[in-house]
T-cell receptor, first 114, second 113 residues
Framework: DAGITQSPRHKVTETGTPVTLRCHQTENHRYMYWYRQDPGHGLRLIHYSYGVKDTDKGEVSDGYSVSRSKTEDFLLTLESATSSQTSVYFC?????????????FGPGTRLTVL | GQNIDQPTEMTATEGAIVQINCTYQTSGFNGLFWYQQHAGEAPTFLSYNVLDGLEEKGRFSSFLSRSKGYSYLLLKELQMKDSASYLCAVRDRKVNSGYALNFGKGTSLLVTP
């Protein structure tokens, strides 16, 4: 158990509304990641962070922004949700300082955009 | 980019052995991971290979051949609880300021009595 929680665990929202998902970790890991998982696509990286205020884009970053103002929290924001962003979102951390260690996943957030 | 291929579905019998293959193409290999994911749950780490050869961990083993871009996950003495999706993930060389895992689409394994 890597001490990762995600909130909310489930959310239903409407197209055009802003949505923020929170990932919280309790063990001061430097690297944190946001993925989405969709049928037929597998897990795809949205954004990642390598320290407080240090973030970078992943493979599918369009329509998403992130922030990390504290080591323990990594926020994913959908500024204006679209139906194509209906997905299961997983946060992950990797132990160690170089981001080369195994990634461990949080429980996920199921987001439905109507 | 990367191409990671694994079979979509497999079925095996309780008590048997099953091998799940993964092939990949990458510009800079830096390790291969296998994860297990039960329906509705998060992926959980199973194994990691960075050098050629076999890594054994109880009933699960993982093999890597970097020259062939090939890995397999071997599950022995199958149990009903092994019914899950198995994800192959390749870590590429450092991009910007971090590493990223690139995942295959997963292999759904059904274990039957």
């Amino acid at each position: 158990d890597a001490g990762i929680t995600q909130s909310p665990r489930h959310k239903v929202t409407e197209t055009g509304t802003p949505v923020t998902l929170r990932c919280h970790q309790t063990e001061n890991h430097r690297y944190m990641y946001w993925y989405r998982q969709d049928p037929g696509h597998g897990l795809r990286l949205i954004h990642y962070s390598y320290g407080v205020k240090d973030t970078d884009k992943g493979e599918v970053s369009d329509g998403y922004s992130v922030s990390r103002s504290k080591t323990e929290d990594f926020l994913l924001t959908l500024e204006s949700a679209t139906s194509s962003q209906t997905s299961v979102y997983f946060c992950a951390i990797s132990e160690g300082l170089a981001g080369t260690d195994t990634q461990y996943f949080g429980p996920g957030t199921r987001l439905t955009v109507l | 980019g990367q191409n990671i291929d694994q079979p979509t579905e497999m079925t095996a019998t309780e008590g048997a052995i099953v091998q799940i293959n993964c092939t990949y193409q990458t510009s800079g290999f830096n390790g291969l991971f296998w994860y297990q994911q039960h329906a509705g749950e998060a992926p959980t780490f199973l194994s990691y290979n960075v050098l050629d050869g076999l890594e054994e961990k109880g009933r699960f083993s993982s093999f890597l051949s970097r020259s062939k871009g090939y890995s397999y996950l071997l599950l022995k003495e199958l149990q009903m609880k092994d019914s899950a999706s198995y994800l192959c993930a390749v870590r590429d060389r450092k991009v910007n300021s971090g590493y990223a895992l690139n995942f295959g689409k997963g292999t759904s394994l059904l274990v039957t009595p």
